[in-house]
């Protein structure tokens, strides 16, 4: 089953789409990290996830872009945590200028998903806060909209966490 989760920083997010993968009947459970820990504040937040994880039987990926490589075997669940990240790690590399991210990350996960059993992919809601933003985080935003959407299309399943409770935009049949 594919499942795309997502929610507002501090919503809950995270550990609903870590409770999908632990209720998945699959035998492998891998972490799939997409942050970069850039600065002290991005490394207390890997290692707070980290600590969450440590007896759940995860086995970590760190892959902060060419999610290709990545090859599963069977009975496998996979949590991608998160989009965004993933984006951003693309999207501020010169070796992307010319490639369209929105497909080439569409391609990617869906590779992902067809190798695993249950795949769950956290992405941001960042678009409710009113802001403005410079060109640059604005194409950003573009392009994570992009995503969602061409990825909402595709998962069995699609939650938004909201202060730690699921909403229901799509629902696999039971």
Do not use: W
Not at 46 to 54: A, D, E, K, M, Y
Not at 121 to 128: C, L, Y
């Amino acid at each position: 089953m594919f499942s795309l989760v997502i929610g507002a920083s501090g919503s809950g997010k995270s550990a609903f789409a870590e409770e999908i993968i632990l209720h998945s009947s699959a035998k492998n459970r891998y972490y799939l990290a997409t942050m970069r820990p850039y600065d002290e504040e991005s490394r207390q937040k890997i290692v707070r996830h980290q600590t969450t994880r440590q007896e759940k039987n995860f086995s970590t990926i760190e892959c902060y872009q060419d999610l290709h490589h990545i090859v599963l075997p069977p009975s496998s669940a996979v949590l991608v945590e998160c989009l965004s990240n993933l984006l951003a790690n693309c999207q501020y590399d010169e070796a992307f200028n010319d490639v369209d991210i929105v497909a080439l990350l569409v391609e990617q996960l869906l590779k992902l998903a067809a190798q695993a059993e249950d795949l769950v992919i956290v992405s941001n809601e960042v678009f409710v806060d009113g802001v403005t933003y410079d060109e640059s985080s604005r194409q950003y935003l573009a392009n994570l909209v992009c995503l969602n959407r061409a990825l909402a299309a595709a998962a069995h399943q699609v939650i938004e966490v909201v202060y730690t409770l699921p909403i229901y935009h799509k629902k696999a049949a039971q």
